[in-house]
């Protein structure tokens, strides 16, 4: 199975300007006490920040006190009078820091090279472990043909197909999504997955995202698909599903048990 | 053209009135206008119903699919993905759009998907269409759940 991972696991670094106060060492515990009350990291959504890191000059710490432009120069001044007076080497600097957590080890790498990232583990389950759902997901795989798509509930294991009709937009997955029951209480396919035995198209993988679908399951390539084409999952929209291709001789092999 | 682009703005400002993401559109057919729709995703509970969707939807009742390819469109804002993906599929002849649509647009912003397959042309009116959003939002989507209530400027 092959995922086609989303704009948030890019290697690509996106920084942001932060003002660091640079004082002696031995002053560090009690700084960042009082920082991590007056200047919380979580405020600023950059909780992933570590507060410190070494000066080059060994005996010297640089603490991130928050975004450049959320705090005055005043407020980053007072700081470096805090403390017992000595502050002859304490000054302000900026630095670009990562704006958002390390998702990989690969971007934690990166990351780290510009300041001290926390690295947390993705909650999320490597997908080709939940072997009982997969195994549903496969069994609707290949009761699907070419012009047909699923709307599939893990939760309820309740399904919802769609069929390719006469008219040019109606596509199977535009007709799934047509023929969702409507509720008071789901948010349009909110915690559902997508079904289909090819790629979706521009439109319909386009469609899931507004339906805020949370996984697309496809086994065939398509010559101008959403995903293996136009690059959709990458692309930086405000929601994106999680998108996972089964290869067929995975799906056969499968299929054999 | 005017014409058509106010007549689009205010259909825009009703859908708004009806809690709906004000986003209107006119298919003009021969210079006629052929179809008028706005934003019902809320009314239907169903994301996809964008008002190119709708109108489209409405067209193909009464008309063939290739009459489509006849018509330009007047829309308040740039077409998203789907939406521009839909007018390429049904061959649009013309796309005239007013504010151009950052999160999700696909004639131009995120994607070009109308390159190569029909002409579209940005910037009608783009302040009164940002307006009649803005507007909006102030007031607050009523009809998003409240932990959604931040919902993009445009659909």
Redesign the interface.
């Known amino acids: 199975m092959k995922e086609y991972l989303p704009y948030c696991t890019s290697t690509k670094p996106t920084n942001t300007l932060c003002k660091i106060l640079i004082i002696d060492a031995q002053k560090g515990t009690e700084t960042i006490k009082m920082m991590g009350k007056k200047f919380p990291l979580e405020q600023y959504s950059l909780n992933h920040l570590k507060r410190a890191k070494k000066h080059t000059c060994g005996h010297q710490l640089e603490l991130v006190i928050g975004p450049s432009n959320l705090i005055t120069d005043e407020e980053a001044e007072e700081l470096k009078t805090l403390g017992d007076g000595c502050n002859d080497c304490d000054r302000i600097i900026e630095k670009e820091v990562p704006q958002f957590p390390a998702y990989t080890r690969e971007q934690l790498k990166i990351w780290n090279s510009f300041w001290p990232i926390s690295y947390k583990e993705p909650s999320i389950l490597p997908i080709i472990q939940i072997k009982e759902e997969m195994k549903k997901i496969f069994e609707i795989m290949k009761s699907l043909d070419h012009d047909s798509a699923a709307i599939y509930n893990p939760k309820t294991e309740e399904i919802c197909y769609g069929k390719k009709g006469d ?3 109606q596509h199977p997955i ?1 007709d799934a ?2 023929n ?1 029951p ?1 509720s008071d209480n789901q ?3 909110n915690d559902h997955y997508l079904i289909t035995k090819v790629e979706p ?3 319909c ?3 899931l ?4 679908f949370e996984r697309v399951y496809f086994m065939e390539k398509m010559e101008d698909g959403a995903y293996s084409y ?1 690059r ?1 999952h990458e ?4 929601y994106m599903y999680r998108v996972l291709r089964i290869k067929k001789n995975v799906f056969d092999e499968n299929n054999e048990e | 053209m005017e014409a058509f682009m106010r007549r689009a703005l205010e259909l825009a400002r009703h859908s708004s009135s009806q809690g709906e993401i004000p986003v209107a559109c006119v298919f003009v057919h021969n210079g006629q206008a052929l179809a008028e729709a706005w934003n019902m995703t809320n009314e239907t509970k169903n994301a996809t119903k964008h008002c190119e969707i709708v109108a489209i939807d409405e067209i193909l009742k009464t008309h063939p699919p290739s009459i489509l390819q006849e018509c330009e469109l007047y829309v308040t804002c740039e077409p998203c993905i789907m939406c521009a993906s839909a007018l390429e599929i049904i061959g649009i002849k013309k796309v005239y759009f007013g504010c151009y649509n950052e999160r999700f647009g696909g004639n131009g912003s995120i994607l070009s998907v109308h390159e190569g397959k029909y002409e579209s042309v940005g910037g009608f009116f783009a302040e009164e269409a940002i307006k009649i959003f803005k507007d909006f939002y102030e007031r607050g989507n009523p009809n998003a759940p409240p932990e959604k209530r931040h919902r993009p400027v445009a659909e």
């Open positions: 008219l040019p937009l535009m999504i047509n969702f409507i948010y349009y396919c198209c521009l439109m993988g386009m469609a995202v507004h339906s805020r136009w959709l692309k930086p929209l405000n």
